[in-house]
């Protein structure tokens, strides 16, 4: 079984920059052995894929979208996956998720949702113009 608590969204001004977190509780299967995701979902719209690291992070995507400005990293010692997001722009508002995806190889990274096991709760990152 696997928690994720989200935190770091918020409220910030068009150009600016914040740093989401997600802390991972597992139990049998460690941290280190999930690949990680993020997704988002701004209203009425589908869930999206942002990015994605695999277990050693030697693997990682991102949506077109984001490339050039959001980061996606993991501490496997802390049980954390991080989103760092620079240059972020009003259509970047949206709930943000982070999943654990439990990928047989540690350079296996998957951008499709339906490919994840756990989610966590959604943080709301709100960009201003």
């Known amino acids: 079984q696997v928690q994720l608590v989200e935190s770091g969204g918020g409220l910030v001004q068009a150009g600016g920059s914040l740093r989401l977190s997600c802390s991972c509780a597992?139990?049998?299967?460690?941290?280190?052995?999930?690949?990680m995701g993020w997704f988002r979902q701004a209203p009425g719209k589908e869930r999206e894929f942002v990015a994605a690291i695999s277990w050693s992070g030697g693997s990682i995507y991102y949506a077109d979208s984001v490339k050039g400005r959001f980061t996606i990293s993991r501490d496997n010692a802390k049980n954390t996956v991080y989103l760092q997001m620079h240059s972020l722009k009003p259509e970047d508002t949206a709930v943000y998720y982070c999943a654990a995806d439990k990928a047989p190889l540690p350079v296996v990274a998957t951008t499709q949702p339906g490919e994840y096991d756990y989610w966590g709760q959604g943080t709301q990152v709100t960009v201003s113009s």
């Open positions: 597992a139990s049998g299967r460690t941290f280190s052995r999930y690949a």
